[in-house]
């Protein structure tokens, strides 16, 4: 298993959660890492990435929300949400990317991902 995403759960609006994500890889520090998320009957969304140097970009709806961080020591990425709101209901996943000019692109096969259900 190369991508395992853990942490979801049940909360209500307003509620928090944290995830985790641990990667297999050999040189997990060099790697940019992002968080996705798909809900019912829609596409998968990008959601936030974590450079290798540690600069972030969210997606607009997240941003004030949700903190991604990484610990290079524990091969993981984790994504800190808060004030979550139902349009957040979705199953959250992480891969790698590869960043170019014309934007970042998974590299690694989607892993098992972890729901996240808010009630309002």
């Known amino acids: 298993v190369q991508l395992q995403a853990s942490g979801g759960g049940l909360v209500q609006a307003g509620g928090s959660l944290r995830l985790s994500c641990v990667a297999s890889?050999?040189?997990?520090?060099?790697?940019?890492m992002g968080w996705y998320r798909q809900a019912p009957g829609k596409q998968r969304e990008w959601v936030a990435q974590?450079?290798?140097?540690?600069?972030?970009n969210y997606k607009d709806s997240v941003k004030g929300r949700f903190t991604i961080s990484r610990d290079n020591a524990k091969n993981t990425v984790y994504l800190q949400m808060n004030d979550l709101k139902p349009e957040d209901t979705a199953v959250y996943y992480c891969?790698?990317?590869?960043?170019?000019?014309?934007?970042?692109?998974?590299?690694?096969?989607w892993g098992r991902g972890t729901q996240v259900t808010v009630s309002s």
């Open positions: 890889r050999s040189r997990f520090s060099g790697d940019d």
């Open positions: 974590i450079a290798t140097g540690g600069s972030t």
């Open positions: 891969n790698v990317l590869a960043t170019f000019s014309s934007g970042a692109y998974v590299v690694l096969p």
